[in-house]
Nanobody
Framework: QVQLVESGGGLVQAGGSLRLSCAASGRTFSNYAMGWFRQTPGKEREFVAAISWGGGITYYADSVKGRFTISRDNAKDTVYMQMSSLKPEDTAVYYC?????????????????WGQGTQVTVSS
C-alpha cells in the first residue's frame, strides 16, 4: 500500500502561483511514477502532469505546458507541482497518484494509489 497526502492548495488570484506537495508513505517511493490529476464538479478527471520514478521523464497536459512544473524528491518521498500563471480554468481539486512503471503515465486508470485531493481556486 502507498498512502498519499496532498497539501498546498488554496485561493489565489489569476496570474499567481502555488506549489502543491504530495507526501508518500508505505512503500518505496522511488519505485513509483507519480502523477497529478484534477477534477471539477460535473467533469471527468483530467491528467495534468506526471514524472517517472527517477525524475528523468515528465509529461504535461497541453493546457499546463510552460506554466506547471512537476518534480520529486525521493529522499523526502515527496512529489511537487509548481503552478505559475494560474488561470480561473485551473480551478479544481488536484489529486496526486502513484503507479509502478512508466507506461500510460497520462492515464488515470493506470494508477493504483490516490490521495484525497487538495482544492485550488483561482479567482479572476
Amino acid at each position: 500500500q502507498v498512502q498519499l497526502v496532498e497539501s498546498g492548495g488554496g485561493l489565489v488570484q489569476a496570474g499567481g502561483s502555488l506549489r502543491l506537495s504530495c507526501a508518500a508513505s508505505g512503500r518505496t517511493f522511488s519505485n513509483y511514477a507519480m502523477g497529478w490529476f484534477r477534477q471539477t464538479p460535473g467533469k471527468e478527471r483530467e491528467f495534468v502532469a506526471a514524472i517517472s520514478w527517477g525524475g528523468g521523464i515528465t509529461y504535461y497536459a497541453d493546457s499546463v505546458k510552460g506554466r506547471f512544473t512537476i518534480s520529486r524528491d525521493n529522499a523526502k518521498d515527496t512529489v511537487y507541482m509548481q503552478m505559475s500563471s494560474l488561470k480561473p480554468e485551473d480551478t479544481a481539486v488536484y489529486y496526486c497518484a502513484a503507479k509502478l512503471g512508466t507506461k500510460s503515465m497520462g492515464d488515470g486508470a493506470a494508477y493504483g494509489y490516490w490521495g484525497q485531493g487538495t482544492q485550488v481556486t483561482v479567482s479572476s
